[in-house]
């Protein structure tokens, strides 16, 4: 029997031992008066019984070889005397603190049998790890808002599916219900997806897990650097399979059985790259009578009916992040406009940028700098040289639209400034965005980008999404905001969802979405050409390889024909991406990038159909919705903004346009040169 109040803190040590120490010490600083430390040595072979000694462990299990994980940890279980189990791996920590508000959460529900904790990278803690498990409908795992930045990831306490080994506490109650034989974890698993094994048997028994963000560990992902070693790829292979042998039925996987398929097509092509794992083959055959018989075991006691098991399955085209309403921003904004500059390696570019807006007239502002994992350190350079300013620290390359999104999280303002690192803003840059929004109350604008040597243009898009200069001439017109000098308000960017961008985007044509979004909702996009900002062209994106510039502006300007026009306006210009298409496969093959590029994009947009069709359906809702709309009546057609499009195919004015236009005119689209509006 397990003693009431009692907390077990399990840790399993193999090829650790650089983490082990500070791991112990961060248990020993706990002020939580009842706890038992268990310590289990998995035959490493650095480790040292000096540890013993300095953290004198209540139990300690030195194996004479490595068990595994799932067995170590049964091993420690078994052993454990507490009413709380807190599995942590050695490469982890905890502050002082965590186990007393980690069992508090218990008493919220007599059914939550684990207390998932947020768990941040040990050597970049602004980055999540896990925030819990998410079963795809597919049945693959995943982690919850892995490698977002702390500012992005989910503030609210609430259930989830599971959550990762690496840090976790456990209701004993729980492991005992879910246990069969002698195990807790199912040892034919070895190591790998035993947690999320466990995830579903308690799910499938009654029991719930329970995320509280307040809960922060540190983990370093891999810390055993055993992660790639063809053994543990062929262990992990097996245990997927295994796994679905015990959980599901018919009722389960039957009406999931297009995305399963999808995925095991999609997976058998990847494993021909790999052809050894097809080994796994050998020992799931092995493993599998055992599985059936805990198999049986699980299912005569399960309660969890299949109808409500896949309604708790997040579907692979899904954001891995949490899904969450969007949070209002407060009504009282400390400040009026929030600068959101982006840095990827280009730290004098950002400096020029960042010393051009301390010449501001308009001063009622602050800046969010966001660094995406530039080399050099150049990140924390900034945060040294502009003190006043916010810098966040991505830890990678999220994007032009990862980046601008992890800014907007941290942005305190009523307007959000979204502004090029290559670019120097005037003096009246910010005065006369502010003063424009101000005065006509729309929800987006962009000011003018002013390139050396060039005379500013008033550029629009084609119906098919290349850019086409001087389209409006001396119009005051713009059919999205330029992400390179755009403003947002941040109320309007809240009713569309609480982000500015998708960051499936990356770089290229997010800053376009975001305008079809803002138009189908009925908002307005305003130009603001008195606002100007000298620009760098291509400074940004100069450290991109040719063949990812091309393949994110190809593939970006597809995807938002594809999802934003309606289904009549994409058989009109049918014809027309047609023609394109054939030109673009035909133009890549008298250039390594360009074909990489065309083959690349060819292949996500044939492997993401699900995607395609769920925003279809959701930006499509937003023509009826319309929360931008001063007055919501009839829904917004394309024919409402058609106009602002251009019916041309390139910049200048070729045969191939005039035959574009032409066919325009013919299927009735009212497309700029077709309106006879001035030009």
């Known amino acids: 029997m397990y003693e009431e109040g009692l907390v077990s803190v399990v840790i399993l040590n193999y090829k650790t031992e650089r983490y082990l120490d500070e791991c112990l010490r961060s248990v020993r600083q706990q002020d939580y008066a009842r706890l038992e430390l268990i310590l289990v040595n998995n035959a490493s072979p650095g480790f040292s019984r000096e540890i013993i000694q300095r953290y004198n462990p209540d139990v300690f299990i030195d194996n004479p070889r490595n068990a595994g994980f799932a067995r ?9 005397r507490g009413e709380y189990v807190l599995l942590l791996n050695a490469d982890a920590k905890i502050p002082q603190g965590f186990i007393n508000a980690g069992v508090a959460e218990f008493s919220r529900d007599k059914a939550i ?4 904790p947020r768990i941040v990278r040990w050597d970049n803690p602004q980055l999540i790890e896990s925030t819990g498990h998410l079963l795809r409908t597919d049945f693959t795992a995943a982690h919850r808002d892995r490698d977002l930045h ?4 989910s503030r609210k306490a609430g259930y989830v599916f599971g959550g990762t080994a690496a840090c976790i506490i456990y209701r004993r109650k729980m492991l005992e219900d879910v246990r069969f034989g002698d195990e807790y974890f199912d040892e034919s698993f070895f190591a790998y997806f035993e947690d999320v094994d466990l995830d579903v048997r308690a799910q499938l028994l009654g029991w719930k897990a329970w995320h509280q963000p307040a809960l922060v560990a540190e983990h370093i992902c891999g810390g055993s650097g055993e992660r790639r070693s063809t053994r543990l790829q062929l262990i992990a292979e097996k245990n997927r399979y295994l796994a679905l042998a015990k959980w599901l039925t018919v009722a389960d996987w039957w009406p999931r059985l ?5 995925y095991e097509a999609y997976h058998f092509l990847r494993t021909l790259a790999r052809p050894h794992l097809f080994l796994a083959l050998f020992s799931y055959l092995y493993y599998l009578p055992n599985t059936l018989r805990k198999r049986m075991h699980l299912q005569r006691r399960r309660k969890l009916r299949p109808a409500v098991f896949r309604s708790m399955l997040t579907s692979r085209f899904a954001d891995t992040h949490t899904e ?10 400390p400040v009026t406009a929030s600068v959101i500059v982006v840095n990827y390696n280009g730290l004098a570019h950002t400096r020029r940028c960042l010393d051009a807006l301390s010449r501001q007239t308009f001063d009622d502002f602050e800046n969010v700098i966001v660094d995406n994992g530039s080399d050099n350190r150049e990140g924390e350079i900034l945060q040294q040289e502009y003190s006043q300013a916010r810098v966040l620290l991505a830890g990678r390359n999220t994007g032009f639209a990862g980046g601008v999104n992890l800014g907007y999280a941290a942005a305190r303002g009523k307007y959000a400034v979204l502004l090029n690192n290559d670019a120097e803003p005037e003096p009246e840059f910010l005065a006369e965005l502010v003063g424009a929004m101000e005065d006509s109350g729309a929800d987006a604008g962009c000011g003018v980008l002013i390139e050396e040597g060039r005379e500013p243009t008033n550029d629009t898009l084609s119906v098919l999404g290349r850019t086409i200069p001087g389209v409006f001439g001396d119009e005051a017109l713009t059919f999205y905001p330029s992400g390179a000098a755009a403003i947002l308000r941040t109320a309007s960017i809240q009713a569309l969802g ?3 961008f998708d960051p499936r985007y990356f770089i290229y044509h997010e800053d376009v979405s975001l305008g079809f979004r803002i138009r189908l909702a009925g908002g307005q996009v305003i130009k603001i050409p008195q606002a100007r900002a000298k620009h760098r062209g291509g400074a940004t994106t100069r450290s991109l390889r040719r063949a990812d510039v091309r393949y994110f502006q190809t593939r970006n300007r597809i995807l938002n024909r594809l999802i934003y026009f309606e289904s009549t306006t994409l058989l009109r210009i049918w014809p027309l991406c047609l023609a394109e298409s054939i030109a673009r496969h035909l133009l890549a093959l008298a250039s390594w990038d360009e074909l990489k590029a065309t083959l690349r994009t060819d292949g996500f947009l044939l492997g993401c159909f699900s995607y395609i069709a769920r925003e279809r359906g959701r930006q499509g809702r937003l023509r009826y919705t319309q929360p931008l709309a001063k007055r919501a009546g009839t829904p917004v057609r394309d024919r ?3 106009h602002l499009l251009s019916g041309r195919v390139g910049a200048r004015d070729s045969i191939a346009d005039r035959l574009a236009l032409a066919w325009l005119r013919l299927a009735r689209l009212p497309v700029r040169e077709n309106t006879g509006q001035r030009l």
């Open 72 to 80: 170590a940890n049964n091993q420690a279980i078994s052993r454990a």
């Open 113 to 116: 049998g684990s207390v998932v």
């Open 150 to 153: 702390i500012v992005e990831a």
């Open 258 to 262: 297009p995305a399963m398929a999808a």
């Open 324 to 333: 969450r309403p969007a949070q209002a921003k407060p009504k009282e904004h």
């Open 498 to 500: 609480g982000k500015p």
């Open 640 to 642: 409402a903004y058609l």
